[in-house]
């Protein structure tokens, strides 16, 4: 997880291999940038940008290991 206060940003996001089969919960992921957005003074977050997947353990054979990652943007007065 990462992000920026300044920007408001928060980024979400796992590693899986080549026999793994990975379960996204869109809610738990809404629910940890939230609770982000909410410690640096924000009021809310919500979905920015969609989500990237990338391979980050490439092989003779193709890619055997990815990294997927989902952006949220933190909304509200931020509260100083």
């Given at each position: 997880m ?9 980024r979400?996001g ?12 869109k ?5 940890a940038?939230e609770?982000?957005?909410k410690?640096?003074g924000y ?6 940008g969609?989500t990237t997947?990338t391979c980050?353990q ?5 890619c055997?290991?990815?990294h997927?990652?989902?952006?949220f ?5 931020i509260?100083?």
């Amino acid at each position: 997880m990462g992000g920026s206060k300044a920007d408001g940003t928060v980024r979400m996001g796992f590693d899986y291999g080549l026999f793994e089969k990975p379960v996204l919960d869109k809610n738990q992921a809404i629910a940890a940038a939230e609770q982000r957005c909410k410690a640096w003074g924000y009021s809310g977050t919500e979905p920015f940008g969609g989500t990237t997947q990338t391979c980050n353990q490439p092989s003779s054979s193709g890619c055997v290991g990815w990294h997927v990652e989902t952006e949220f943007q933190c909304i509200g007065e931020i509260k100083k």
